[in-house]
């Protein structure tokens, strides 16, 4: 694979959409739900596309893999905030099927992206065999 800014990549455009969609749903809760699960979910949503931006300027496929898989867990912690805003009906169902319909393209997308990189070798692909054993 080329190189390709990451503003390029769809699975980045994805993430941003989704962290500006959570922005704006959140500005809107009182300060006491803001405070509590809202700054929780829009750290984890801008985290998604800024470690997808970091991993891509690491200059490795090692440490791109990296960050992506650290996206993929803010994309966890996303669906994780994301159903406990709508358990505390902070969300309407409106919102939360228009962010669902959002993080089911997203999740695809940065498996794939992850994917893209190639198998991580395991740990006993990087130890070296001693002679005689």
């Not at 979910?41 to 470690?51: E, I």
């Not at 090692?62 to 994780?80: L, T």
């Not at 406990?84 to 940065?110: C, H, N, V, W, Y």
Request: net charge positive.
């Amino acid at each position: 694979m080329g190189f390709v800014r990451f503003q390029e990549l769809e699975v980045y455009r994805l993430a941003e959409t989704i962290s500006d969609a959570v922005w704006a749903v959140v500005e809107r809760w009182s300060s006491f739900a803001q405070d509590t699960v809202g700054k929780q979910l829009v750290k984890a949503a801008d985290s998604v596309g800024a470690n997808i931006a970091e991993g891509s300027g690491r200059g490795s496929r090692f440490d791109n893999r990296r960050h992506v898989r650290i996206a993929r867990g803010s994309f966890n912690e996303v669906q994780h905030w994301l159903r406990r805003a709508f358990a505390r009906k902070l969300l309407t169902p409106e919102q939360i099927a228009d962010l669902r319909s959002q993080m089911d393209k997203l999740g695809p997308k940065l498996n794939a992206y992850l994917t893209s990189f190639g198998r991580a070798p395991s740990e006993s692909d990087t130890k070296r065999k001693t002679p005689g054993a």
